[in-house]
């Protein structure tokens, strides 16, 4: 099939469209890249129809030395990073242009879009006047790829793919010219897109025959044939002289007609693999490559992306998100060729190429088990193998990570059935139960929680974790169910983790919207490693909490989880950011993690707040080209860092699970229906999720929900609806069950409104609160300038509009100010002009907060600024707000006046009254050291790592 035909079948691109940008600096990870895989390579195109980078792994992979920072070291290492591969990279920019008759033509104008066809194709479209270009970068998946529910080690694709150009004449006179495809020389091999290229050789091969372009490394190979064309050797260029590489072929177009043009790229570790990769390439046209890839992806898919009925923009949008995500994650992965896998991105690509994060790997690849349980074995021995750190003299370095392989394990099991698999490969088990040994030697003898140092890279805010043992109490449940479905005794850890889920009690603790979970515990053993027993925290990189329901842990409507999350979303919470509706990195400040506005919404059963969270979050961390990130930094500035995969596979997770409401339980035949999402019809026709295949149809409509549902098995299931009352029903093999149930009934709360309301009640002067927040600030350089972001909110619980605000921030004479524009991250600080800074805010609504950011210049030798005490005192819930300084680390600050301060006026008008506040926060230059010692009091540790 031709991409002129997939785009006139599929119609229109979605929700994820890009227009051309063109992006000179940066890291890989954060252009604008519509990103393809095939488990053995990974590619980008960008927004200008370049296939930007096609990346290899190395045959192996190794396990890195954890908290190994010296930066003059060769290897360096975070708390998280557990193995490394040496990921080979060609960074070619590969690019096609016509030099027609009429004139030079590129693949890209300022009127392109760029997307992805039928969900998987990177495709970037151009139309001058009566010729219509489409590009697209393709690795082609084998036929034994498909989704079988059995384990092989089968490698998905050759390790190579294909570079296209359709070009359709629509007018009535043949086109004339000629193709020339570019690319840049060099191969990289390394692990941080930071770091210089490697100067890599670059050859042609000796045959005058094979029209290849060769460039080589000691480490990689590649060969690039563009079908038709003479390489640049042909025209005898020297490759010494050069450094972008051409081919160029005669084009002719007759009216009327489409016609496509290939590029083949392949990439090898000896000379002898790249011809035996472009042999397999060469086995089938790049039609029939395209067509089993459409098969592929349409039997992935067909659970994942249901018909919706006349979808809303935001539903719509969210079912399409759903299928990026997996996309994203599958890219994540890629084996050897032996068919096992050695790399586990972070983000595909990432800022570190083949870098593993432990605490990735769960959400990661369950999102993957889902539809591909054939990867299943093959992620269980990969996880085993890197779930423990090297050199660490922690003993409970990162409980998280290390219940990775029983989660997934638990996981396969589930989803499979598959009990034969685990008797088969006996090691794996074996593996199992070390790890489970080593979780009860962590165990204190008078509690049953488990402690924990780290997550990632950051570690736990307390010893005793709230998240980490959710998610423990989840790992000895699914391991119980292995055991049992062993014929081995699973009792221990079945009572283990119920006592665990019990015992979450005692992280309970006095909040503003009731009783809630405190976020962990250090049970006395308090130590200057973890933060202070009275200030309650939520990590932004904690998604483990807001799993809870979906787990099955604690139920939606626990008080203590429910008053949690809400908490999360206050200023109560130290990283709160109610800029942009995210949560910091520590609890002290750090960037705003993607993974918080997945946690805010798959923490709810609400619609009403689902809804508003996806928004959230599509505005402020999802890219253009349909990606979540990990540090966005504003809406202008989302690409930061690289994609999260542990984000999107948990957000997957609950789409599936309970948006959906489709969970299976093969182990047991059994399929649980229960949505609680944003959905209320559906239909999927012939979908597969684990080993399960049906068809399903449901509506709701208010307390009721009638479904539709076939089974596709050669066996029968029993069908579990959820509603007043479980229904069971016993549904034969092919037989089709429909029925009515009363269903729960649909929550409405304006959750903002009740959080601004306690703020202002808690924290203003009739029912309005004007305070500063956070500690530290965010710093940034540009334009010669070194600035600190002041930030400031003003919360309305009032019961009217606040309008026709006035503001006026002073700070001491001889800096400069300048507003920060909402939700944006400036680029531009030429704007700080002075001391004083003056503007308006048209309005602010009753049950709603507005934030002020203003960007505070530096001088020289100042390097970090934080505000204290917390904001809004959690321990005693006195109304009022702390009075806070300014701190400002400074050599020599003896020569600095004391008696400076910032000053925020508000003029406002309410119910036709003029109304003002005022706020002052004292500024204090201290040295470092003293500097050093306030702040570490505030929180009883600054230790980020």
């Not at 006026?808 to 100010?817: F, N």
């Amino acid at each position: 099939m031709e991409l002129c035909e997939m785009y006139l079948k599929s119609g229109l691109p979605g929700y994820f469209v890009s227009a051309p940008t063109e992006e000179k600096e940066g890291m890989i990870s954060e252009r604008l890249l519509y990103t393809q895989a095939n488990g053995r390579v990974l590619l980008g195109q960008d927004t200008l129809g370049r296939l930007h980078f096609i990346s290899l792994p190395s045959e192996y992979d190794y396990p890195l030395p954890v908290n190994h920072t010296d930066a003059s070291r060769h290897l360096v290492a975070g708390a998280g990073m557990y193995r490394q591969n040496d990921c080979g990279l060609l960074p070619g920019r590969f690019s096609y242009s016509l030099e027609l008759e009429s004139g030079h033509r590129e693949m890209a104008d300022e009127n392109s879009l760029s997307f992805y066809q039928n969900d998987f194709l990177p495709v970037t479209r151009t139309v001058y006047g009566d010729l219509e270009l489409m590009v697209s970068s393709f690795a082609p998946v084998n036929e034994n790829a498909f989704p079988t529910g059995e384990d092989d080690n089968s490698v998905w694709g050759p390790s190579g793919c294909f570079y296209t150009l359709s070009a359709y004449n629509r007018s009535k006179k043949s086109v004339r010219g000629r193709l020339v495809l570019k690319l840049q020389n060099g191969l990289l091999i390394g692990r941080e897109d930071r770091r210089q290229p490697d100067k890599a050789a670059a050859m042609h091969c000796d045959g005058t025959g094979e029209h290849l372009i060769w460039l080589a490394h000691p480490e990689l190979y590649a060969a690039i044939e563009m079908c038709g064309g003479r390489t640049a050797e042909d025209f005898g260029e020297s490759p010494d002289e050069i450094k972008e590489r051409r081919c160029e072929a005669a084009f002719e177009l007759e009216p009327g007609v489409s016609k496509e043009f290939h590029t083949f790229i392949v990439l090898g570790h000896s000379p002898g693999e790249c011809r035996e990769q472009l042999a397999q390439l060469y086995a089938k046209t790049v039609g029939q490559w395209r067509e089993i890839a459409l098969a592929f992806w349409d039997t992935a898919l067909s659970a994942v992306r249901p018909k919706l009925p006349e979808p809303a923009k935001l539903t719509g949008k969210t079912a399409e998100f759903a299928v990026r995500c997996l996309i994203d994650n599958f890219n994540c992965i890629q084996t050897n060729r032996a068919g096992e896998i050695i790399v586990h991105w972070q983000g595909a690509p990432a800022h570190y190429r083949g870098r593993m994060w432990g605490i990735d790997m769960e959400p990661t690849m369950v999102s993957l088990l889902f539809v591909f349980p054939q990867l299943g074995g093959r992620m269980i021995r990969y996880a085993l193998k890197g779930c423990l750190p090297m050199g660490s003299t922690y003993p409970d370095h990162s409980v998280p990570i290390m219940l990775a392989p029983i989660i997934l394990a638990g996981k396969y099991l589930e989803l499979t059935g598959d009990v034969a698999w685990f008797r088969k490969y006996s090691e794996v088990c074996c593996g199992l139960k070390r790890l489970y040994r080593k979780l009860r030697e962590l165990k204190p003898q008078d509690s049953c929680l488990l402690p924990s140092r780290y997550s990632s890279d950051g570690k736990v805010n307390r010893r005793y974790d709230f998240g980490v043992n959710v998610k423990a109490a989840y790992a000895l449940s699914l391991y119980a169910k292995l055991l049992h479905a062993l014929g081995e005794e699973g009792g221990e850890a079945q009572i283990w983790g119920e006592e665990i889920r019990s015992s979450l009690q005692v992280m309970a603790v006095k909040g503003p919207f009731g009783p809630q979970i405190s976020g962990g515990t250090n049970l006395g053993e308090q130590s200057d490693f973890y933060i202070k027993e009275d200030i309650p925290y939520y990590d932004g990189e904690d998604t483990a909490s807001a799993m809870a329901g979906v787990y099955g842990i604690l139920p939606y409507n626990n008080n203590l989880w429910e008053n949690y999350r809400i908490f999360a979303q206050s200023l109560w919470l130290t990283n709160y950011e109610p800029e942009t509706g995210g949560i910091r990195w520590y609890p002290w400040g750090g960037n705003v993690d993607g993974t918080s506005y997945v946690s805010r919404i798959i923490s709810t059963r609400q619609k009403k707040e689902q809804l508003e969270g996806l928004d959230c979050m599509f505005s402020c961390a999802v890219a253009e080209n349909g990606s979540l990130y990990w540090w966005p930094m504003g809406t202008d500035h989302v690409r930061k860092a690289t994609r999260c995969s542990q984000g999107q596979g948990f957000f997957l997770w609950n789409y599936l699970e309970s948006w959906l409401g489709i969970r299976v339980d093969a182990a047991k035949r059994c399929m649980y229906l229960k949505p609680c999402g944003i959905y209320d019809n559906i239909r999927i026709t012939d979908g597969q999720l684990g080993a399960f295949r049906f068809s399903l149809e449901y509506d709701r409509n208010g307390s009721t929900l009638s479904f539709r549902f076939q089974n596709l098995l050669s066996y029968e299931i029993m069908l579990m609806i959820a509603g007043e009352h479980e229904t069971s029903i016993p549904v034969p093999s092919k037989e089709t069950v429909e029925g009515t149930v009363k269903s729960f009934p649909e929550a409405c709360e304006d959750l903002q409104r009740k959080i601004v309301y306690k703020e202002a009640e808690l924290a203003g002067i009739e029912g309005v609160a004007l305070t500063s927040y956070g500690n530290r600030l965010s710093i940034r350089e540009n334009c010669g300038y070194c600035c600190a972001q002041l930030p400031f909110v003003l919360c309305n619980g009032s019961g009217a509009a606040l309008e026709e605000i006035r503001y006026e921030l002073s700070v001491p004479s001889g800096r400069k100010i300048m507003k920060k524009q909402e939700s944006l991250w400036d680029d531009n600080f030429s704007f700080l002009k002075s001391s004083l800074q003056t503007g308006h805010i048209k309005s602010v609504l009753d049950g709603r907060r507005q934030t002020l950011h203003f960007w505070m210049e530096l001088l020289p030798g100042e390097k970090e600024v934080w505000i204290t005490p917390i904001a809004l005192s959690f321990c005693s819930m006195e109304k009022g707000i702390a009075e806070r300084t300014v701190h400002i680390c400074k050599y020599g600050c003896h020569e600095y006046h004391l008696e400076e301060s910032v000053c925020l006026r508000l003029i406002w008008r309410q119910n036709g009254q003029e109304m003002q506040r005022q706020l002052i926060l004292p500024i204090r230059y201290d040295e470092p050291k003293e500097y050093k010692r306030i702040t570490r009091e505030v929180f009883g540790t600054l230790e980020e790592a």
